[in-house]
């Protein structure tokens, strides 16, 4: 009995941190620890459900200790917030006052494409659309937008072209436009060489976000090729 409690603990905290260190990608809504719990349980009550030579006791007893980990989780979340931090995570600060923060990003094994991704989902197609972005500690995404961001019209969709030093193919071809199009816009603010832009997007109107790795980001705006337009 006493062998299953701490087999069934040492999986817990096991899952536990995993999941903590796949990044809030694989979170959802639920906390770290409610996620593992979830999935424990679920697999705790099937095995001897579904194996009649395992007592049905060790299940109610697994059951009982993921019950009380729980439980001890919570008490000590609530009672010392260094822990709370180190169980639950933190919320992750994603868009600032500079532009995107890349490391951030990183830490959460995310890239620019999904920030796209969750911009979208809460109305801002932008990336410059918000001043500040997060990631909470349950995954959701949370963004507060500029102030004179809803007076911009906004004539088309911005398209990802540079990604992390890396242009888009498919979005030249979608824009009708070309990497030496690009190059020159580039090389006409200063900068050699492509690895060193982690994104730039392209709106309709010729708009441009840029933005270097470890550098505040800048907008402008271009003239489109003859014939660019999606």
């Not at 490391?103 to 969750?118: F, W």
């Not at 832009?197 to 933005?211: H, N, P």
Request: proline content about 3%; aromatic content about 8%; charged content about 25%.
């Amino acid at each position: 009995m006493g062998l299953i409690f701490i087999r069934t603990a040492i999986v817990f905290f096991a899952l536990l941190l995993v999941m903590r260190l796949m990044g809030k990608r694989q979170i959802g809504e639920m906390q770290p620890f409610e996620l593992v719990i979830t999935l424990l349980i679920a697999e705790l009550a099937c095995i001897p459900m579904a194996d009649t030579s395992i007592p049905l006791l060790y299940g109610i007893v697994s059951i009982l200790t993921i019950f009380l980990l729980h439980q001890l989780i919570l008490l000590l979340d609530l009672k010392v917030k260094p822990l709370k931090r180190l169980i639950g995570g933190k919320p992750s600060l994603v868009i600032n006052k500079n532009g995107i923060d890349v490391s951030e990003l990183e830490r959460n094994h995310l890239d620019v494409t999904d920030l796209i991704e969750s911009m979208r989902s809460q109305g801002y197609f932008s990336l410059d659309e918000v001043d500040y972005a997060l990631y909470e500690a349950n995954g959701q995404f949370t963004a507060m937008p500029r102030e004179n961001a809803e007076k911009e019209q906004k004539a088309s969709l911005p398209v990802l072209i540079v990604d992390d030093g890396k242009y888009d193919k498919h979005n030249l071809q979608l824009t009708k436009t070309c990497e030496a199009f690009f190059n020159e816009v580039l090389h006409s603010h200063g900068i050699k060489k492509l690895k060193k832009v982690f994104v730039l997007t392209l709106d309709g109107t010729g708009k441009i976000y840029l933005q270097l790795r470890g550098e505040k980001f800048c907008t402008f705006r271009v003239s489109l090729p003859e014939g660019s337009a999606w």
